[in-house]
């Protein structure tokens, strides 16, 4: 069981909204760690999505947006494209377990 | 642009020892600024942080509490590469393994990510 929890699916039709949400507890995210998102496309490594809860890498198209509140982040995608077809992790540390802890990760998939 | 590219036997007895090496290009892996790291993935486990080495006048270490005692991960400045070593593996530990870079600090995110190496124990 992973540390911080996602959802394992969620579905849309092409051009529709989708939210990923990761929860966690006082010891990771409630304790103001930065929350970062990967993006995981069949057969390949994570690719780093959003950094400190709500930044994107050069190249990350602005359809995806993120953000941190209380215990919980969110990743959302705005006009969904079959492209987005992958697994979505967040990620943060957790002062308990003195380590980077990981959801279970989202598959998004596109109707 | 940072690279990584893993190398490393796919298949490991069990009770045997599990050496990865993960070479870096574009980067110095003894710049102060950045961190060299391991993570698995598993279906059974998810993705799992296993540890990590970074240079500050010396090299040090962190690993996951449940990993102490089994890991290692060193650093090879005349290759500019990293290594994992996971001793007393079981069938427990078969997953893919990443490298991965990140800054220092341990909130950093993790990038870029090595392909991943699948390493199945079996006899």
């Known amino acids: 069981q992973s540390v911080l929890t996602q959802p394992p699916s969620v579905s849309g039709a092409p051009g529709q909204r989708v939210t990923i949400s990761c929860t966690g507890r006082?010891?990771?995210?409630?304790?103001?760690?930065?929350v970062h998102w990967y993006q995981q496309l069949p057969g390949t490594a994570p690719k780093l999505l959003i950094f400190?809860?709500?930044n994107r890498p050069s190249g990350v198209p602005d359809r995806f947006s993120a953000s941190k509140s209380g215990t919980s982040a969110s990743l959302v995608i705005a006009g969904l494209q079959a492209e987005d077809e992958a697994d979505y992790y967040c990620q943060s540390y957790d002062s308990g377990l003195s380590a980077s802890v990981f959801g279970g990760g989202t598959k998004v998939t596109v109707l | 642009q940072v690279q990584l590219q893993q190398s490393g036997p796919g298949l490991v007895r069990p009770s045997q020892t599990l050496s990865l090496t993960c070479a870096v290009s574009?980067?110095?892996?003894?710049?102060?600024?950045?961190?060299c790291i391991w993570i698995r993935q598993s279906p059974s486990r998810g993705l799992e942080w296993l540890g990590r080495?970074?240079?500050?006048?010396?090299?040090?270490?962190d690993y996951a509490s449940s990993m102490i005692g089994r890991i290692s991960i060193t650093a090879d400045t005349s290759k500019n590469s990293f290594s994992l070593h996971l001793t007393s593996v079981t069938d427990e530990d078969t997953a893919v393994y990443y490298c991965?870079?990140?800054?220092?600090?341990?909130?950093?995110?993790?990038?870029?990510w090595g392909q991943g190496s699948l390493v199945t124990v079996s006899s």
């Open positions: 400190g809860n709500f």
């Open positions: 991965a870079r990140s800054g220092v600090a341990i909130l950093d995110p993790f990038d870029p």
């Open positions: 080495t970074y240079y500050r006048s010396k090299w040090y270490s």
């Open positions: 574009g980067d110095t892996i003894s710049i102060t600024k950045s961190a």
């Open positions: 006082s010891s990771n995210i409630g304790s103001n760690y930065d």
